[in-house]
């Protein structure tokens, strides 16, 4: 099942949203455009978002997830961290725990959750990611370095393609070979990123589990398999990420005030603009606006693109609605 535009209007425009795991096999990719989707899995169920459903859900499913939690951190509107160590005294607890959530979740939703249990934040999101979908996966204090060891390096969180490739050119595929890295090497490398990458390559990354107030604001950003010029799927990849902006505003109840784009370049020259509405929205319509608006001014720039997103700012929670903590 892919979750985009219909690649037989006619059109073949728009991107994927997101696929399933079948759909997955045959090389479809969340952001992909559409019309290569059709091409790589003609034969697949071709659904439309329903972004105001995916909202509602995740409010419904984090609201859940907090009934498990000592501290709950919501960071997407499908993820969040959760530390447990109040009511629970050993992993083994944790695990049962995990077993109890991702049975409510299910009883209650209909819905599967991967769970990633470890002694910190970096290590448990990569735990969650290895037995996906429906996945339960402990990591023990003591495995941590046997679990670390093997792991290619773009699973660790925000290590996209551009550092992969940089650290695969150095010869460092494994998380293992990464941690075999002076830090001083990393930090010339990435500045004060490599700190935080040795942190996670040597399993001693620290940061907390925190409850987050009110978001300052709210952003998505579609990073393109190759550099483009065609403005059609530059559009289509923005009309994408104005629907998935606005999925994770109603998610978290919140209403906006700013919309903004930003618009990268080949040799990552990159430009950001804001419009801002007489008063608080919540409404999909102004975004869309907005975003098309903002992004006549780069209409007939040539220059190939690299990046583009979207970004709502100046939030306050919607009136009459649940304040939900991101």
Request: glycine share 8%; proline share 3%.
């Amino acid at each position: 099942m892919i979750v985009g535009a219909d690649p037989k209007n006619g059109k073949g425009r728009g991107v994927v949203t997101s696929c399933s795991y079948e759909a997955r096999k045959f090389g479809v990719r969340s952001g992909m455009p559409i019309s290569m989707a059709w091409k790589l899995c003609p034969q697949g169920i071709y659904v439309p978002p329903d972004f105001e459903l995916y909202g509602e859900t995740s409010g419904r499913v984090m609201d859940i997830m907090r009934e498990f939690a000592d501290i709950f951190e919501q960071t997407s509107i499908d993820e969040a961290f959760m530390d447990v160590s109040k009511r629970c005294k050993t992993y083994d607890d944790a695990k049962v725990l995990a077993s109890n959530l991702k049975e409510s979740l299910k009883e209650r939703e209909g819905l599967t959750v991967s769970v990633g249990i470890s002694p910190s934040k970096s290590i448990s999101k990569m735990a969650s990611d290895m037995r996906k979908p429906d996945g339960l996966t402990l990591v023990q204090p003591e495995e941590v370095d046997k679990f670390l060891e093997p792991l290619a390096v773009n699973k660790i969180s925000g290590v996209g393609k551009k550092t992969t490739e940089f650290l695969q050119n150095k010869g460092i595929d494994t998380v293992g070979q990464l941690r075999r890295v002076e830090a001083k090497k990393l930090t010339d490398w990435f500045g004060k990123g490599g700190v935080w990458l040795w942190a996670i390559a040597n399993g001693i990354e620290e940061t907390p589990v925190e409850e987050r107030g009110l978001r300052k604001s709210i952003s998505v950003e579609q990073t393109f398999e190759r550099d483009i010029q065609n403005k059609t799927m530059v559009r289509d990849a923005l009309e994408s990420l104005s629907h998935e902006v606005h999925d994770r505003l109603l998610g978290e109840g919140l209403w906006y005030r700013t919309v903004g784009i930003k618009v990268r370049f080949e040799g990552f020259v990159t430009f950001t603009r804001e419009k801002t509405h007489t008063g608080y929205v919540d409404d999909l319509g102004v975004i869309r606006e907005y975003v098309t608006l903002l992004f006549r001014e780069f209409e007939k720039d040539r220059r190939k693109m690299r990046l583009v997103g979207v970004k709502l700012s100046d939030l306050k929670p919607a009136e009459g609605k649940q304040v939900k903590l991101a």
